[in-house]
Nanobody, 119 residues
Framework: QVQLVESGGGLVQAGGSLRLSCAASGFTFSWYTLGWFRQAPGKEREFVARISVSGSNTSYAESVKGRFAISRDNAKKTVYLQMNSLKPEDTAVYYC????????????WGQGTQVTVSS
């Protein structure tokens, strides 16, 4: 049974930091590109960050570049999102996802974790 379980969300003041984790099971984690997405109330889900199978290549949405960092630990089957200098507009439900061979269509999704940034 495939599972992606996010944790680490919460309420933080603007300028603060949070570290999200996403623990995977039920598939060969090291074969998959991992991504983080977010969805704010009333908005479409949007891409946040992506990391390659080896961890050597990453990409970010312009809105988070320089503030967020994605990383992965294949031994622990976990992907992380370090979020610094948080802004109220970062408030959203954050999802991790895994894709085997498509940068657009992700195969597996987590249930999401809420991040709320107060001003």
């Amino acid at each position: 049974q495939v599972q992606l379980v996010e944790s680490g969300g919460g309420l933080v003041q603007a300028g603060g930091s949070l570290r999200l984790s996403c623990a995977a099971s039920g598939f060969t984690f090291s074969w998959y590109t991992l991504g983080w997405f977010r969805q704010a109330p009333g908005k479409e889900r949007e891409f946040v960050a992506r990391i390659s199978v080896s961890g050597s290549n990453t990409s970010y949405a312009e809105s988070v570049k320089g503030r967020f960092a994605i990383s992965r630990d294949n031994a622990k089957k976990t992907v992380y999102l370090q979020m610094n200098s948080l802004k109220p507009e970062d408030t959203a439900v954050y999802y991790c996802a895994a894709t085997y061979d498509s940068p657009i269509r992700y195969d597996y999704w987590g249930q999401g974790t809420q991040v709320t940034v107060s001003s």
